[in-house]
């Protein structure tokens, strides 16, 4: 059974960085996609950043393009999501997604993700 578990979350203020985590486990092989997404108070759950990690593609929501980055070890199934730059609106609950299929809808849409952590709390104060 495929667990994911982040790390990493906290309370920063705006400008600041923090790095989250998502160690893998149960994978009975690779998945084709891997991904950040996060969900504020009262909004949908939407993609922040993916990775196709055998091709080593990487995708990112316009909010968040030259401020984050996604990267991956596969040696240790572990995924990163490195904040820079975070402002109030970065504020969320964050989780990290995989799946083995093709996404059809895009890499960013978190419908196509089966497998999903419990998820990080950032918190960016003004």
């Known amino acids: 059974q495929v667990q994911l578990v982040e790390s990493g979350g906290g309370s920063v203020q705006a400008g600041g960085s923090l790095r989250l985590s998502c160690a893998a486990s149960?994978?009975?092989?690779?998945?084709?996609?891997l991904g950040w997404f996060r969900q504020a108070p009262g909004k949908e759950r939407e993609g922040v950043a993916t990775?196709?990690?055998?091709?080593?593609?990487?995708y990112y929501a316009d909010s968040v393009k030259g401020r984050f980055t996604i990267s991956r070890d596969n040696a240790k199934n572990t995924l990163w999501l490195q904040m820079n730059s975070l402002k109030p609106e970065d504020t969320a609950m964050y989780y990290c997604?995989?799946?083995?299929?093709?996404?059809?809808?895009?890499?960013?849409?978190?419908?196509?993700?089966?497998?999903w952590g419990q998820g990080t709390q950032v918190t960016v104060s003004s």
């Open positions: 990775i196709y990690p055998g091709a080593g593609s990487t």
């Open positions: 997604a995989a799946d083995h299929r093709v996404p059809k809808y895009g890499p960013l849409n978190p419908n196509e993700y089966t497998y």
């Open positions: 149960g994978y009975t092989y690779s998945p084709y996609c």
